[in-house]
């Protein structure tokens, strides 16, 4: 069984920065794409960033420049820095991963989520 426990929402400034963390656990063999989603209320959810195992990075056009993906490959965990917070960027954030595992093959999986007000 896979879980992604979320970790580094909360309230800050416009201008503000945080850091999210997404770490993968349970018997895993690969995580191959780690990235985070986001949803805001009345809206529809959607990819804010991903990484590939292999460094591959991508953004949503809204957050290039100013949000930050990166991974730990060794201990399954993505982590999202967040410089240059806008209120628009408040959003409930959900981490999903590909993973691999033993029994079921590749799956996605998606984490609680947790939330990043940014006030004006």
């Known amino acids: 069984q896979v879980q992604l426990v979320e970790s580094g929402g909360g309230l800050v400034q416009t201008g503000g920065s945080l850091r999210l963390s997404c770490r993968a656990s349970?018997?895993?063999?690969?995580?191959?794409?780690m990235g985070w989603d986001r949803q805001a209320p009345g809206k529809q959810r959607e990819l804010v960033a991903t990484?590939?195992?292999?460094?591959?990075?991508t953004y949503a056009d809204s957050v290039k420049g100013r949000f930050t993906i990166s991974r730990d490959n060794a201990k399954d965990t993505v982590y999202l820095q967040m410089d240059n917070l806008k209120p628009e960027d408040t959003a409930v954030y959900y981490c999903n991963a590909r993973i691999l595992t033993p029994n079921n093959g590749y799956r996605n999986y998606w984490g609680q989520g947790t939330q990043v007000t940014v006030s004006s």
């Open positions: 990484a590939t195992s292999d460094g591959t990075t």
């Open positions: 349970g018997n895993i063999f690969v995580a191959n794409a």
